[in-house]
């Protein structure tokens, strides 16, 4: 009799070099795809609407795919973590599966539902895989001599790559259909979760790898000198298929590696300086898999707890609105607003605006970034914000604080950003475009004036760490 498998798809959303799925399929089981939404979790997670557009517009997609390979998909709400636990085991039950098979969870709550799950599965006599697939090198494989954890990039990455160069690196191909449909019949609901319109992303596997390999062959090689500029289309776009697995960290290396062999010696060049990007979403993700406070909302650094941030509910809204008085943090925020999706610079740029300048607490404004960005992605996120807030390991000196001015006239030197989504300065000159407050005109804009010096705010934030990181020592 020929064993049925249940594939439980997380945020692994693709067919092709799918560890779980790959395994469900050995020795040509029957394998049903399941994937359970969590409208109530997803939203404690303040997950992003257009995320979820994004995730239903893509299982829409990959039902034809599955059913090519005889793989029926079955969609549906669970509403909770304990939810998913809850009807995983119904499942397992009703189909008499004799195996689950997902890609393993780093995060604190998601771990805790899937040790309690496997008990109770073996409890049924049903076995449990839970693969590693979200990292090209499994969290605790990269570590120091002393076999810790690395708490610094640099000597990480350097450990990264020679770890690398040890084994091949290999991309699963997708599995070939099974011999016979199953009996369980395909069943797709609707997700339970506000929507907001991802259109502008596709979703599909051919658009997918075409984006992909024109970076890599094309775009890449200016990657370095563009990548800083929000004005120009110079980053990879990859972000949103990366967090939710619709492309996987090896299917990126390998297109790189194919196309730019020499991206691993050339560390001054566009290939490298994306790699790196790719091996800081390694290190994130090894340091909530081994730091678990990470993902309970808590610092990296024990003494950042002592910061006093300031309670600013006003100021808060305005940041979030794009409303601060100064340019290039608020053409950010209103193109996050817009778009849901933001330039990984000026990420840096308003996180340090909002931490150092307003001091308000890191944990408001990473909310704000889940909640409102496609690619929303809890390790790369939270590793950003405490890295903008210094309280995170390798974070950002609290001494060395970004002036959002002199950051726009870096990297958006004419303007031409900040008029694209501030329209109500597309009369100011190019000289004044960064502090429209000191032209002639300004008083006829409709643009509010700095809600902070940044010369004093700085100095407030200097001596507010300095008082905190004294106190927790």
Known sequence: MTQRNLWWIRDDLRTVDNAALSQACADNAEVVAVYLSAQQSWGEHDMAPIQADLIQRRLQQMKPILARLNIPLVVREAQTLTGQRETLLSLCQQWSVAGVFCSQAYQWNEGQRDRQLALELAGRGVEFHCLQDACVLAPGTVLTGSAQPYKV???????????????????????????????????????????????????????????????????????????????????????????????????????????????????????????????????????????????????????????????DPAGLARWQQGQTGFPIVDAAMRQLLATGWMHNRLRMIVASFLTKDLLIHWQHGERWFMAHLIDGDLAANNGGWQWAASTGTDAQPYFRIFNPTTQGQRFDPDGSFIRRWLPELADVPMGEIHQPHRWPGAARLDYPPPMVDHSQARRAAIETFKAAKARGM
Request: proline share 8%; charged share 20%.
């Open 153 to 311: 990039f640099t000597p990480f990455r350097k450990r990264w790559l020679e770890r690398l160069q040890l084994a091949p690196l290999t991309v699963r191909p997708e599995p070939a259909a099974r011999t016979a449909p199953s009996a369980i019949a395909s069943e797709f609901t609707a997700l339970a979760y506000p929507l907001k319109d991802s259109t502008a992303w596709p979703v599909d596997d051919a658009a997918l790898s075409h984006k992909l390999q024109a970076f890599c062959q094309q775009r890449v090689v200016d990657y370095q000198q563009d990548r800083d500029r929000p004005a120009i289309d110079g980053t990879s776009g990859l972000s949103p298929y990366l967090a939710l697995g619709m492309l996987s960290p090896r299917q990126c290396l390998a297109a790189l590696t194919l196309a730019q062999p020499d991206c691993w010696e050339v560390q001054e060049s566009g290939a490298f300086a994306w790699l790196n990007e790719l091996i800081w979403r390694e290190f994130y993700r090894h340091l909530m898999a081994q730091f678990p406070r990470l993902s309970r909302a808590q610092p990296f650094h024990g003494w950042s707890r002592h910061v006093a941030w300031r309670d």
